[in-house]
């Protein structure tokens, strides 16, 4: 379903993402995992066509995004920070994004806009609302059109804890649907039961992309934060014991 080639791109200096190579397909549920600032949302960005990348290229269904939007009515977005505009009240921003879309109202999911009571609050300008009702909004919005790709740039992040669970209850029910799901969260917890895949970011590098079972099984841990805990914690003896090596050739040298 989408393919990325080589992909590189610089802000000024700083390489955010540095020759990534990945095909995802239905059925998975991929989480994009790494530090801040490792070039997560830089990657999903450049997948929406929202950033260009220098170099390299994505394809999505077979075709390559390269101004064209029109891709874009088959991926459900929620962003990390949801930009609206201010005076928008909440039902204004549905009925808009409704009447752009044309889709028959049947056909729409307002499974979300029930379960976060969102019709409550249709009359309130997007400005007054919270950072977490802001989220709801942007989640409800992503799997509105019923898109075969969802794209969750943090999507737990500031939902309270109950909320959290509504939201991944309905994540779990899109997998089941046989959906391509792209999802980044800090809450490792968040993403055990959804994974299916684990793509690792570091300094806009990809350092491993793999089956969640696999990773399970090569660092014997059954969690997900366990399993990244141990690489990480391995990748550091590694580099210490070439440190190691090096300190050793530098001595037998100067004696
Ligand atoms: P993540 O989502 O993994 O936290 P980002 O993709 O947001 O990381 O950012 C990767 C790096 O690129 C960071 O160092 C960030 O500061 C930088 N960056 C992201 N967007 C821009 C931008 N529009 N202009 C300049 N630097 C940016
Ligand atoms: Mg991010």
Redesign the pocket.
């Known amino acids: 379903m989408i393919r990325i080639e080589n992909l590189k791109k610089k802000?000024k200096k700083?390489q955010?993402l540095d020759d990534i190579n990945a095909f995802f397909n239905q059925g998975q549920v991929i989480s994009l995992i790494?530090p801040?600032?490792?070039?997560?949302?830089?990657l999903i960005k450049c997948i929406l066509g929202m950033v260009r990348a220098d170099s390299g290229s994505i394809h999505v269904n077979g075709k390559q995004i390269n101004g064209d939007p029109s891709y874009r009515s088959q991926i459900g977005y929620m962003p990390q920070i949801g930009r609206y505009p201010d005076n928008m009240k909440v039902g204004q921003l549905f009925r808009m994004l409704k009447n752009i879309r044309k889709m028959p109202e049947t056909e729409l999911d307002t499974d979300l806009l029930v379960k976060f009571n969102l019709v409550s609050i249709f009359d309130k300008p997007m400005r007054t609302l919270s950072g977490g009702t802001r989220q709801k909004v942007s989640a409800a919005l992503a799997f509105y059109f019923n898109p075969a790709i969802l794209i969750l740039d943090e999507p737990t992040a500031g939902l309270d804890p109950l909320s959290s669970e509504i939201l991944k209850e309905k994540i779990m029910q899109e997998k089941q649907k046989n959906k391509l799901i792209l999802i980044t969260s800090h809450i490792l917890s968040d993403l055990d039961e959804l994974t299916t895949d684990v793509m690792y970011?570091q300094e806009g590098k990809m350092i491993f992309y793999k089956e969640l079972s696999v990773l399970k099984k090569e660092t014997n841990e059954e969690k997900l934060g366990k399993a990244i805990a141990s690489i990480m914690k391995g990748g550091k003896r590694e580099a210490l014991w070439i440190d190691e090596v090096l300190a050793l050739k530098e001595t037998v040298k100067t004696n």
Do not use: D, I, Q
């Open positions: 802000f700083l955010a790494g801040n600032g490792s070039g997560k949302t830089t970011l």
